[in-house]
């Protein structure tokens, strides 16, 4: 009977323990995410894609203006330009990157975080994170060729699939309408 006691006893200390979770999967802290953040040097490419998408909506809006405005003088333009410029500017950086942190933690575990930090915070890893946005640039130009070549090849059978639907309407309005008996 002392022995089932203390079995049970020691049962109730050990269910808590089992219960805990492990250092690695734990949830990733805040200071974790930053510290992902900084090593995958995610600020700076986010200020690189604001940088690119401000270019490509000035580019936009420079037409649209040129279109509503043909003899926009090139002062205006510019006064459009320093417009683009002051919202890139007025961007939140920080406030997106904290809005990012429980995205981050909720997808991520501290042992995650670990692991990927590990092989990033090494000089191979730092060699690809520095090498990526080349090496992506390149890798979708020589797609480029691959993915026209497939385009033209369902563009021609987008068009042979339309002149079969307009063939098979134009055979059903030629056909005078069976009579029913009454």
Request: glycine letters at 2%; charged letters at 25%; hydrophobic letters at 40%.
């Amino acid at each position: 009977m002392k022995s089932i006691c203390l079995f049970i006893i020691a049962l109730l200390f050990a269910i808590p323990c089992l219960a805990q979770q492990t250092p690695a999967d734990a949830p990733a802290t805040k200071e974790d995410i930053e510290k992902y953040f900084e090593i995958m040097h995610v600020r700076a490419n986010m200020k690189l894609m604001m940088d690119s998408s401000l270019k490509q909506t000035r580019q936009m809006v420079r037409e649209q203006m040129r279109k509503q405005f043909p003899d926009a003088s090139p002062e205006f333009m510019a006064q459009m330009d320093g417009m683009m410029n002051d919202m890139l500017n007025d961007m939140p950086l920080e406030e997106f990157l904290q809005a990012m942190v429980p995205v981050y933690q909720r997808h991520l575990t501290k042992g995650d975080l670990d692991a990927i930090l590990a092989f990033y915070a090494t000089p191979a890893g730092q060699k690809l994170l520095n090498e990526l946005p080349a090496m992506t640039q390149e890798s979708m130009q020589a797609s480029f060729g691959v993915m026209q070549k497939r385009i033209e090849a369902v563009m021609q059978k987008v068009r042979q699939r339309i002149e079969q639907m307009q063939k098979d309407e134009k055979a059903k309005s030629a056909k005078p309408p069976t009579p029913t008996p009454h």
